[in-house]
Structures are given as C-alpha cells and as structure tokens.
C-alpha cells in the first residue's frame, strides 16, 4: 500500500547577537513542529514501517561562535529535542520517542593558529561532541547509550599554497552507535587517524 501523504506544521522564533566588539556572534531558536503521517519503523516486526497519526517535536537550538584573540576560535553548540508520538491505533506506542533522536546534543570546538615565529603556519584543534541516549525502536523497549566523543587536529600551511594535515577521530576510542531510526543500528568508527596533503594553486 502506498504510504498517505507526511503534512507537517512548524512554528519557529530565535535571536542573534553580536557581541564583544564584532568577535562573536550568538544565536538561539525555540521551534514547535507538529507532522501527521509520519512513516516509522513497526514496534512489532522491524522489517515493516508503519505510519503514525502525529508526531510532535519541541525543543530549542543555541550557539555561539567566537575569536576572542585574533588567533583563537571557540565555536559551541546546544540543542534540546523533545519528540513524541501523540496520535496512533496502537495505544502502547503514545508518548514514546522518535527513534534516533536524541534529547539533548552538545558540541565545543576551539583552534589556535600561530601566525608568528617557528611555529608560524601551524594551527591546532580540538572538540567534544556529546549526544545523550537515543530510542533505537519505535516500541521504546531498547535505548542507546549516549556517548561523547573527542576530536583532534593540527594543520600546518607551508610555502606557496602547501598544507599537510593531521586528524584523530575519537580519541578515546569510545564505543558509539547510531540509529537511522528504522531499527537498524550502525556502530561508529573507532579511533581514527588520518593525514591529508593538499596543495593550492
């Protein structure tokens, strides 16, 4: 049977700012969105999909991004979503989550780039990303643990138009593991280690 038709409702306010002299901007938005329906994964048999009556979603997203010394950028993130099932035949599943959607998310990256001396050209990074746990069913009978991962980097620009560059992916090595939503579970890639040579012209 071909699925209905998803109609969706959203309502969305936020604000900007500048701050500290031009160096940093901040933003946030609150949004109220409401879907009907809406294909999800059968809480019974995880082979078929099911459409649900309506599913809402509130939350609020925050970030801010800044260089409060020329060489220095900090860049962090928030975002709270609550998502719910509020219409459905079966009744087991109302008030139950959205597969795959965290309720609350954080990240904070930051870079310092030398520009001066023996170690002029280089920059180097780091940042965390935390997501807390997940639904991996419609049923709700099975959560994800949340995780938080750490990221590393380092860049180094040379002569005309040169850069080699060094990334680690979780660090740590935490184990980490996602859903689509559909029941299907994806584990993350460990830690990672990665060396790019790029030239300019």
């Known amino acids: 049977m071909t699925p209905k038709p998803t109609r969706g409702e959203q309502f969305e306010v936020g604000a900007k700012a500048i701050l500290l002299d031009g160096r940093a901007e901040a933003t946030v938005a609150v949004f109220d969105l409401s879907k009907t329906n809406v294909v999800v994964s059968d809480p019974v048999d995880f082979n078929r999909v099911i459409q649900i009556g309506e599913l809402t979603a509130q939350g609020v997203e925050a970030e801010v991004s800044a ?39 954080a990240s904070l990256w930051t870079s310092w780039r030398f520009d001066a001396g023996p170690l002029d050209g280089l920059t180097v990074g780091g940042g965390v990303f935390h997501a807390s746990k997940q639904a991996a069913t419609t049923a709700n009978n099975f959560f994800l643990p949340g995780y938080t991962r750490l990221d590393l980097n380092a860049a180094y620009a040379f002569g005309e138009g040169y850069e080699i560059r060094v990334n680690v992916d979780n660090v740590t090595d935490e184990k980490i593991y996602i859903t689509g939503g559909f029941s299907q579970i994806y584990p993350q890639a460990p830690r990672t280690a990665r060396v790019t040579f790029t030239r300019r012209w």
Do not use: C, D, M
């Not at 260089?67 to 009744?91: C, D, G, M, Q």
């Not at 109302?94 to 959607?101: D, K, M, T």
């Open 67 to 105: 260089r409060p010394l020329e060489p220095w950028t900090l860049v962090a993130s928030y975002a709270f979503t609550k998502t719910e099932i509020e219409e459905h035949s079966n009744t087991s599943i109302l008030g139950n989550w959205l597969a795959g959607v965290p309720r609350r998310q």
